[in-house]
């Protein structure tokens, strides 16, 4: 079911946005109606309202090539090494350039500018490529920013990339090693399981013991307790080369066929518009984020 208000809130924002001030007009609508709460800009206290700041204040130029799926991929390889990176089979401006017959059986589709453009195809000879085409197309002509002002990828430019598709040998549910680092320091990591399953996504979260921390974030957390990876403590200390000097930032990792893989840099988990349970944790989790370090924009 469409929700009509929300899609109203949308449309208002593409007509308020263009300032800081007039950013963070917005970002109070928005974050009233979807978190039920007010939004605390001049001294934010949990994790979703220092998400919320972050946006408006901490625009360091450098945010908009690690968004950028492309882009991001040249300062892996230099910055950590290219053996880090899931193999590029090609990259478009459009989907009509793809020539699909040099590219593997099996592959997968990204638009390098948002988030959620993804087309995985495990058998070429089974692509739907009018839907594929259709889903594309759509998200290759927003610009992610607008609906909840994650300012990197405003001007990131719209294009597509293939990557080969890799897959876990234990199972079919290729899991996503998400490190969340605190002004350098990797403090918590959450796994996402499900996210292509009948299941449904679940979100559980460890601390850097790989022990289950006490909370959920929006998403259900697994019953059974996860395999701590075992490149673990080399993600940890990737991520943390990789967030120096930065308030908050996502770093993301798979491991497969006991190789470990980047996955991408977040700045915004959920936005900042994912409700803690219980709620105290949103509060733990904002303490740990300093905002006193942050270069802050006007």
Not at 247 to 252: F, P, S, Y
Request: proline share 4%; charged share 30%.
């Amino acid at each position: 079911m469409k929700d009509y208000k929300l899609y109203a809130l949308f449309a208002l924002g593409r007509l308020i946005q263009g300032s800081v001030s007039a950013d963070s007009r917005y970002l109070k609508l928005l974050y009233r109606y979807r978190m039920g709460k007010k939004l605390n800009l001049n001294d934010p206290q949990t994790f979703n309202e220092k998400l919320q700041w972050l946006k408006l204040y901490d625009r360091n130029p450098l945010y908009t090539r690690l968004v950028d799926k492309y882009e991001v991929r040249k300062y892996i390889a230099e910055t950590i090494g290219e053996q880090y990176l899931i193999p590029l089979l090609g990259v478009w401006n459009s989907f009509d350039e793809i020539d699909f017959e040099r590219l593997p059986n099996q592959f997968v589709l990204k638009c390098t500018h948002d988030s959620g453009g993804l087309v995985i195809c495990k058998d070429k000879s089974k692509l739907d490529l009018k839907q594929a085409r259709r889903k594309i197309n759509h998200c290759i002509k927003k610009n992610y920013f607008y609906n909840t002002r994650e300012w990197p990828y405003k001007n990131v430019k719209p294009r597509i990339i293939a990557e080969q598709f890799i897959k876990d040998d234990i199972d079919d549910d290729l899991k996503d090693y998400k490190l969340i680092c605190f002004n350098g320091e990797v403090k918590c990591t959450f796994v996402c399981t499900n996210r292509h399953t009948g299941a449904g996504l679940h979100m559980t979260f460890y601390d850097n013991d790989w022990r289950v921390m006490p909370f959920e974030r929006h998403y259900p957390k697994e019953s059974v307790p996860i395999r701590r990876p075992a490149h673990f403590e080399k993600m940890k200390e990737i991520a943390e080369q990789l967030s120096s000097r930065m308030a908050l930032v996502r770093i993301d990792f798979y491991e497969v066929k006991g190789k470990l893989y980047f996955g991408e840099v977040t700045f915004y988990p959920g936005s900042g518009f994912e409700e803690f349970t219980p709620d105290s944790y949103d509060y733990l989790l904002g303490s740990w984020i300093n905002l006193s370090k942050v270069h802050q924009t006007t």
